[in-house]
């Protein structure tokens, strides 16, 4: 049904996995940002996309957003859907993903492991100019859909921990706005204070490292970082994981939130069970050996030798209240272990970045582990390899979803893979 005044009227059936309304009309499919299942909207619409006007009938399950920057920010893409409803979409994200690559598996509830919000934020900001040449800077988050930045002073995912980011990530832009470079802040909250590393500026002259030194002492930083490289360190950031204390490097990839890390890594480590000897791979700065390495020895891989330092030193100063920890640096997207070097561990940990680990679950695949436990920020490469595993002779005994990530469409998972016995059932089958 249409208006060409008022726009477009379209009853709303389902969310998509981005976190739109997705709507059906004459023409195909249209997808509405902010919509939900059961809402009726009006909508201005251009091909497959569809620009919210206003709610005509709200779902049974629609509740008001609590950020004032919703809508407009590009961060969290559902925020006015009741949680239960809520749930079980990020839920069937999983499900239908592994449904795509023909895979039959028990899928557990979604746990939410939001906590006490996000520690961890990248803020970016750009320099504007007007005809007289007088510089404007936004500094916040991307908008939604859009190019330009959304600006927040504070933003309420973020933990408690956090309060002081989006005033830090003023401040360095603003020092630093003279040189009419867009720049990206990615604040960590550490146990010490604020960890903040820039990019996006190249190397500093003298003037502006005073500015950014000064700054730093002013708002009370642990560290500054100028893409990686440390500008000044008032304190070490530190971060308790497990038994160990993490002095992550400058700009180290962490889990977004500490609930998020905690319920993760306690997946994996049950799934892993009572073993002697385990292997973690893309082991960042030890998230999950570190946790493993409670009740085995563990040889952790990772490309990143920063972060395998820092690990490394973690596990050491926590000797020997943990067991041995022994690292290797290594590319596992050119070079995956094969299954011979597999061969000693009766566990293993794979934790791969979005793109997931093809080449590596065809090793994981032809190895004699009598587990594997998968860790995934992309149910879909997650399914594509876990297939792999499958093929390969593997049972997935669980998978349970876990969202970190709240009102946004990201979920997380970690899923628990048994060598098949020769004979029975498979769990975990191929369909069709």
Known sequence: ???????????IERLGQRGEGVARTGKGLVFVPHALPGDTVRAEVEGERGRLI????????????FCKHYGECGGCAVQALAFDAYAAWKRNIVVEALAHAKIEADVAPLVDAHGQGRRRATFHARVTRDALGRPTIDVGFMRARAHDIVNIEECPVLAPQMAGAPRAAHAIALALVGLNKPLDIVVTASDTGLDVDFRGTGELDAPHVRKLVAEAERLDLARLSNHGAIVIERRAPQL?????????PPGAFLQATRAGEETLARLAADAAGDVRRAADLFAGVGTFALRLAERA????VE???????????AAGHASPSLKPVSVEARDLFRRPMAAAELAPYEAIVFDPPRAGAEAQARELAKCAAQTIVAVSCNPQTFARDARILVDGGYVLESVTPVDQFRHSPHVELVAAFRRAKPKGRRKGRLLG
Request: charge should be neutral; hydrophobic fraction near 50%; glycine fraction near 4%.
């Open 1 to 11: 049904m249409s208006d060409s005044i008022t726009g477009t009227v379209l009853d």
């Open 54 to 65: 206003e709610v005509v009938t709200p779902s049974k399950d629609r509740i008001a957003p």
């Open 240 to 248: 308790a994981m497990g038994r160990a204390i993490i002095a992550p």
């Open 297 to 300: 020895q563990v040889h952790a």
């Open 303 to 313: 490309a990143d030798k920063a972060a395998l330092a820092a690990l490394a030193r």
